[in-house]
């Protein structure tokens, strides 16, 4: 009895720290490759869609806790795709009128993030069957492995295509900018790499 | 009126939630959109400094409905260019019609005499990253710059460079330049013919 708290904080814990490694949507479960190859050119507007992917996963996972026991099974998906498309409109709205240039750069990949599937998965595989806390906690947990994942490949990229990180430079001027990294070609090459560096990595822990 | 009673326990949730969230996003809307539209106006501006950059600022002239190729009506705002001592040096006016994804909103620049292309700048686009999104890049833009302020004609291959009524459509992205060029082919005549007939702009000069 004494020791359920402390079974409760450790799997907060666990629910945290699952999107960062363990789950990573990108890096383990594949998950959301659309933004993930489409919006890491740059760091800028990855981190970007990163932090709305936090938004919505954060909002979509509150109200899909709080209603999961009114959910009518073969309606779920449909009550999912509703709050999703809710918050994505909101976010969209938000960068539009306080980030445009972002809002311009980020151009259909923002409303698209209704149908990504890290949303969608944490909504039917956490929220729609935890309790709120638990639901908030795999939010941020899961939208910051996300936007770590992006920020990482980003970085890479715009390292290698321009020599800067974040527009400043970091390399010398002689560095000559692989045009390659910047364009979808760049981006299957350094997500490839990536994902064989997490495999070897996770297979020499085992 | 069992099936209305069944049809409301299976939905109730899904009625409510749709009405909650669509005052939520009409609520957000009506609290940015003043913002959204300056922004619009700000970048409007902007490109248009872009394109006629002897501009010092712009004057809203007159406010003209088009067709579009497909028949939908749409509204052109024309802004008249005015240099540091007040002349015109140019006219510039925002137009739109079917891209390959969405609806590509332009803005377009013309010479004081309506005679010659200043230029387009991309208002709004939400064509293919890396393909159609190319309409955006100099290569294609800057066949605009100096062609005549008539009907231009796309063809696949061509000196890009010439500056003559033909343009040079991207490689990999006909359907977009297609459609930027039908776009300011269709709006550049009809306004032309409106400000003729308003008197806003005359066929001597």
Same mark, same amino acid.
């Given at each position: 009895m004494t020791n359920e708290p402390q079974a409760t904080s450790v799997l907060y814990k666990q629910t945290l720290i699952a999107g960062l490694w363990?789950?990573?949507? *990108?890096?383990? @479960? @594949? @998950?959301?490759m659309c933004p993930t190859l489409a *919006? %890491?050119? $740059? *760091?800028k507007p990855a981190l970007t869609m990163g932090l709305s992917v936090i938004f919505v996963l954060f909002c979509s996972n509150i109200v899909v806790s709080l209603m999961r026991n009114l959910l009518k099974p073969h309606l779920r998906i449909l009550m999912f795709t509703l709050t999703i498309s809710t918050f994505v409109t909101i976010a969209d709205l938000f960068l539009k009128a306080f980030q445009p240039r972002m809002s311009e750069i980020l151009g259909p990949y923002v409303p698209l993030i209704i149908v990504n599937c890290i949303i969608i998965c944490r909504a039917e595989a956490c929220a729609s069957k935890n309790p709120l806390l638990t639901s908030i906690i795999d939010a941020i947990g899961m939208g910051i492995g996300f936007t770590l994942t992006l920020c990482v490949l980003a970085g890479i990229r715009e390292i290698l295509s321009t020599g800067a990180v974040w527009e400043i /430079?970091? @390399? /010398? $001027? $002689?560095f000559v900018p692989? %045009?390659?990294?910047?364009m979808p070609v760049g981006a299957f090459l350094t997500l490839g790499l990536l994902l064989g560096l997490v495999n070897a990595i996770t297979k020499r822990k085992a | 009126m069992p099936k209305i009673k069944y049809f409301f326990q299976q939905s109730w949730l899904l009625i409510i939630s749709s009405f909650c969230f669509g005052l939520l996003i009409a609520i957000t809307n009506a609290a940015w959109s003043p913002r959204i539209v300056q922004n619009k106006i700000d970048k409007l501006n902007r490109l248009m400094g872009g394109l006629l950059p002897k501009a010092h600022n712009f004057q809203l002239q007159t406010e003209l409905e088009i067709e579009s190729a497909k028949g939908k009506k749409v509204k052109s705002t024309i802004y008249k260019a005015l240099s540091? =001592?007040?002349?015109?040096v140019g006219l510039a006016f925002n137009t739109s019609g079917p891209g390959f994804a969405d609806r590509i909103e332009l803005v377009v620049a013309v010479d004081d005499n309506f005679q010659n292309f200043a230029g387009y700048a991309v208002l709004a686009s939400n064509e293919?990253? #890396?393909?159609?999104?190319? &309409?955006?890049? +100099?290569?294609?833009?800057?066949?605009?710059? =100096? =062609? +005549? =302020?008539a009907k231009l004609e796309l063809v696949?291959? #061509?000196?890009?460079?010439? &500056?003559? +009524?033909e343009i040079v459509a991207i490689t990999g992205a006909t359907v977009s330049s297609e459609a930027v060029l039908e776009i300011i082919n269709n709006s550049i005549t009809q306004i032309k013919d409106q400000m003729l007939k308003k008197g806003l702009i005359s066929n001597d000069k």
């Open positions: 363990r789950e990573n949507p *990108v890096f383990r @479960l @594949l @998950l959301g *919006v %890491t050119a $740059a *760091v /430079p970091i @390399l /010398p $001027a $002689a692989w %045009t390659a990294m910047r | 540091d =001592a007040g002349e015109c293919t990253p #890396g393909f159609g999104d190319q &309409i955006k890049l +100099p290569y294609y833009r800057n066949q605009f710059i =100096a =062609a +005549p =302020a696949k291959t #061509g000196n890009a460079e010439k &500056i003559d +009524p």
